[in-house]
């Protein structure tokens, strides 16, 4: 791994996915002696609460929700 002029690092895609780090996630690095050690940070917005979130009022059709089953059920 390097870091680039700007401090960043990347972490491998591998790492990533096998502890479920997403876009978005909050990190923190601390510092544990020598080493640097990058924690989820406490208090964060989890990926589920981003969604939805983000989604909140983004439905407001002015359609029913029976009229919204309709169309999601291809009726």
Not at 2 to 18: C, D, E, F, H, Y
Not at 27 to 46: F, M, P, Y
């Amino acid at each position: 791994m390097r870091m680039n002029s700007k401090g960043q690092v990347t972490i491998p895609a591998s790492l990533r996915a096998k502890h479920h780090l997403h876009e978005g996630d909050e990190l923190e690095v601390i510092e544990d002696g020598d080493t640097l050690r990058i924690i989820r940070a406490r208090g964060g917005e989890t990926r589920g609460e981003r969604l939805v979130r983000e989604m909140r009022g983004r439905a407001t059709s002015g359609r029913s929700t029976e009229e919204l089953m309709e169309l999601l059920r291809g009726e």
